[in-house]
């Protein structure tokens, strides 16, 4: 007869590596979602400044009512996860699912990454400025590539502080080559934020995993972000360690969490991504024709126009059509803007059409 030995097993559970939020605390903070679903932004139309008159009446200029743009910003992402420990399963396994572990489990392997993914997705695709660049960067080029990056966040007067580069880890990697890089050993005994592995041109540099930062299977190489032109809005966050519930003898744990990311369209400049040539949509063109407008980008999952002068990527006003759509105008003078976005590709530049004129 066979002598069955006992199997022992380890309550201690193998997991795998995970990765505490990249983006937690590195946006803006000044707008509550509380109790509401959305909320509408009001962007003053500053005027250009007119030559002071000494004489006659308005010497100022004639006076014009403020205009303004409106962005509606929506929370949209829905998630939860439902999860049960069975007691007699767990007695035999020596209770080695502890559900409060596992709770925390779920939240650093499944959420987190998640929710960093989706805000890093929605700041490239909405980036005030996509670059698109013809070639992969090097250990030779990278630095270039970061300083455009700055150098034009710089030019549209975007503060010098508060800044981060998100970055892949494949070229962050190329980066750490470069003499012109501050690695974090010279840091000192400062404080880090999230993940911060040194600093470049005085923006804080962190890495990514290069996933992070891709659509499907396009890439994004790094997207510069001042903290005051992006939002991660979280409206709930709730988690729940539920013992022997109706029905179950065991524990059930439980979570929901209603997020979204968005760039604000008045601080768009603020943003800057570096992504491949080949993974950007093409920018739409306009044909005109007896009124109507057809609005083309081959491809495109979506076209968005606006014929108020505002920036159709965050304009409450902008009107969703497809690739070759037409709109009517209005009578008067109208000149469209348009901008073309894809499930698989990048968003395209914003195109603007030629003044036209509907009697």
Sequence with gaps: MAVNLATKYEKEIAKVFTLKS????????????????????????????????????????????????????????????????????????????????????????????????????RFIDYAGKSEALAAEPTSDTICTALSDGMVAMSNKNVPDDNRYIYIGWKWFGLLRLSKQFIGIDELGKKALINGELGTFMGAHVIAVPDTYLKKGESQCYFVITHKNAVIQPKKIQDYFVKENPAGINGALIEGRFIYDAHVLGARANGVYAAVAASTKQAAPTFSFSGGNLTVTSAGATEVRVTLDGSDPRYSKNAIKTTSGGTIALPSGKTAAKAVALDDALFTSDVATDSERTVA
């Design 22 to 121: 990249k983006v937690s605390g590195n946006t803006n903070q000044d707008y509550d979602f509380n109790g509401v679903k959305s909320i509408n932004i009001y962007t003053p139309v500053t005027q250009p400044l007119n030559d002071y008159k000494r004489t006659g009446s308005n010497r100022y200029g004639d006076p014009q009512e403020l205009q303004d743009t409106l962005q509606e910003m929506e929370v949209n992402k829905d998630k939860a996860f439902s999860i049960t420990i069975d007691k007699g399963n767990n007695t035999e396994q020596m209770g080695a699912k502890d559900a409060a572990k596992i709770l925390a489990l779920e939240i650093e392997e499944q959420v987190t990454p998640e929710m960093d993914k989706y805000a890093l997705g």
